[in-house]
């Protein structure tokens, strides 16, 4: 467990990315190296009428500048207010929290299932296998959206090398569905590619990549998310049902869980 | 020169005025990451039950107007657990520990107690008597002067150092009960626990907590608490820990303005962990320019009109 830091940091970089997505880079934060795909921040909104911190994965860290990137999409009163900052407003980071992904062994085939505004840890992800010299050929990136406003972030992701899926439920980009069955498809298809599962995004695709990858017998992590009131592990407000009984904090124990681990 | 923020409550003496409040970090685990306790004058752990507990099913937080709902219900590792798995961790930071302890039988209140005699290095319990939350969580003691007093009478009986009796704003007459936890033995009183609130969610009509009701914390209800430790306060005399929406040092001064010897720093934690270093950090400097040594110059001194 890496131990959080409380800072203010502002703005640097504001990305319009259409459609109401925003991606926000944030510095200096003297924590952004310790920042894993995975991780989230818990962020102070300056407004009065949000009174809870509201938690943001980790889009890309840049230890070098001390900046951290998160991408979100209006959403709620919280969505909305960070959506108008300025570049140089002051915010309240608490992070990096949670436990992050595990990356895969470079012989392994990295399946990332993203959906929506769940692609930030994903991207980030995949940017930093790359950089560390996995193979992008052994990275799939599935990523599924309504229609193809909702599949961000494309060229970022095409630049990278990997193998790009994207897919929308009014076939706008790629094929026509939901993520899942082109997941599956390529898990049967690929017998010996040694896959493991990598997913963020709305509940019911998590539950299906879940279900997915207990019934092929595929390994690899979900990441949850919940409502957060303190987002380190103190309030018990973020609680999920193990498979193996008792509760776990989704912002403690998780956001990464294992396949299998939680009753979803 | 240098406040003296240390404060004696029962002949315990407290570095400082500022504590955690129960259900607000856990058993200091956490907490620790992110500040060393010893900035504390107290640790306050969550509700120690006889059997663990999970809890109420989720959702059981809701955000509500500077504050929030929660109906957690009392989740805890019990009291073997507790002892096993969380003293020793507590025993080794340098802050006053205060165990809260909820039961649903004056039974249960006495076996917990009784076995939290021996460790020495947990200073003292603060009896749960009105947890909001759950049917077995002590409310209905905290609701009864009667109830309030037989049980702190009970409790004291087999616990050998200073018993803080928290109370109810739940209730016709804080006093009322207030009393009567002296009358049972209580040696310091702390209030306010939350109050009792909802919230309906208007897609679904379903309340936003499968309790169906929550206890209502936060900054919202830091006037009732005000009022009723200035209640209190006025009309009995064992010293006041003030619980109720403290987040800024500012809140802290009319805390100890209304009399409040020390306060209890809860929901704040959840959008500000540092919280209490803050006030710690205010408290002082406030101290230093009015030229105030001691917390007693300010303890009960609110100026009425």
Known sequence: MTKPACETALLTKRRNLKNGYYSYTFGPFRAAGKCRPGHFLHIKLPCSDVFFRRAFSVASANPEKQELEVIFKIFGRGTRHMSQMRPGDPIDILGPLGNPFKLPRKTETAVMVAGGVGVPPLLYMAEQMVAKGYDPKRIRFFYGGRSKEDVIERTRIKRLGVHFHPITEDGSLGEKGLVTGPVATFIKDNPGCKPRLFACGPEGMLKATNDLGLRLKVAGQVSLEAPMPCGFGVCLGCIVTLTSGGHARVCREGPVFEIGEVAL | ?305
């Open chain 2, 1 to 305: 020169m240098k406040p003296d923020l240390r404060v004696d409550l029962a002949g315990v003496e407290f570095a400082n005025p500022i504590m955690t409040a129960s259900g607000c970090c856990g058993y200091g685990e956490e907490l620790a990451e992110i500040f060393p306790l010893s900035k504390l004058g107290a640790l306050v752990t969550k509700s120690i039950t006889a059997e663990p507990r999970l809890g109420h099913p989720p959702p059981r937080t809701a955000e509500t107007a500077s504050g929030m709902l929660n109906a957690i219900g009392l989740a805890n590792v019990g009291i073997n657990r507790f002892l096993t798995e969380k003293v020793p961790f507590l025993k080794k930071q340098k802050t006053r520990v205060i165990v809260n302890v909820a039961g649903s039988s004056e039974q249960e209140y006495i076996d917990i107690c009784s076995r939290l005699n021996d460790v020495p290095e947990l200073d003292m319990i603060e009896l749960n008597i009105s947890c909001p939350n759950v049917d077995e969580g002590g409310m209905q003691f905290g609701a009864s002067a009667q109830l309030t007093e037989k049980v702190v009478k009970a409790v004291k009986k087999v616990y050998h150092r200073p018993l803080i009796a928290k109370l109810s704003p739940n209730v016709t007459s804080v006093v009322e009960i207030a009393k009567a936890a002296e009358q049972g033995g209580a040696e310091v009183l702390s209030l306010i626990n939350s109050l009792v609130g909802t919230t309906i969610d208007i897609h679904t009509w379903q309340p936003r907590l499968t309790n169906n009701k929550g206890g209502l914390t936060g900054p919202c209800v830091k006037p009732v608490a005000l009022a009723m430790i200035d209640a209190v306060y006025s009309n009995c005399s064992l010293p006041i820990i003030g619980i109720g929406g403290c987040s800024t040092w500012e809140d802290m001064v009319e805390f100890l303005l209304v009399g409040a010897s020390a306060v209890q720093v809860g929901t704040a934690l959840f959008v500000q962990p540092e919280a209490p270093v803050k006030i710690i950090e205010g408290l002082t400097r406030y101290m230093k320019s009015k030229k105030l040594q001691t917390l007693s110059d300010l303890v009960g001194k609110v100026r009425k009109y």
